[in-house]
């Protein structure tokens, strides 16, 4: 099993900053395929960005490219994910994510419990 805790949440005004973390336990960290994703009141959970096991490979949505950056410590077992220029549309739960696979394309089989965002117009 894994265990994943985020952090960082809050309220921020537009064009303000936010980063997120999100702290893994119960797996080789080294192992684990890491993303976040976020959901919006009354709408469907979707994809933000992912990073690959090292690190070297990120993807992320069209919506969040160029104003998001997920990085990830494998020495503290950690994933973030900077948030910037945040826009109202941002406002969602943000959920971390983990799966021992590699593609990056796969599911993923851990969630964390979520974290609010809030941006203000």
């Known amino acids: 099993q894994v265990q994943l805790v985020e952090s960082g949440g809050g309220l921020v005004q537009a064009g303000g900053s936010l980063r997120l973390s999100c702290a893994a336990s119960?797996?080789?960290?080294?192992?684990?395929?890491m993303a976040w994703f976020r959901q919006a009141p009354g709408k469907e959970r979707e994809f933000v960005a992912a990073?690959?096991?090292?690190?070297?490979?990120?993807d992320y949505a069209s919506s969040v490219k160029g104003r998001f950056t997920i990085s990830r410590d494998n020495a503290k077992n950690t994933v973030a994910l900077q948030m910037n220029s945040l826009k109202p549309e941002d406002t969602a739960v943000y959920y971390c994510?983990?799966?021992?696979?590699?593609?990056?394309?796969?599911?993923?089989?851990?969630w964390g419990q979520g974290t609010q965002v809030t941006v203000s117009s």
């Open positions: 119960g797996r080789p960290f080294s192992l684990l395929r």
């Open positions: 994510a983990a799966d021992r696979s590699a593609s990056m394309t796969g599911e993923y089989a851990y």
């Open positions: 990073i690959s096991r090292s690190g070297v490979i990120t």
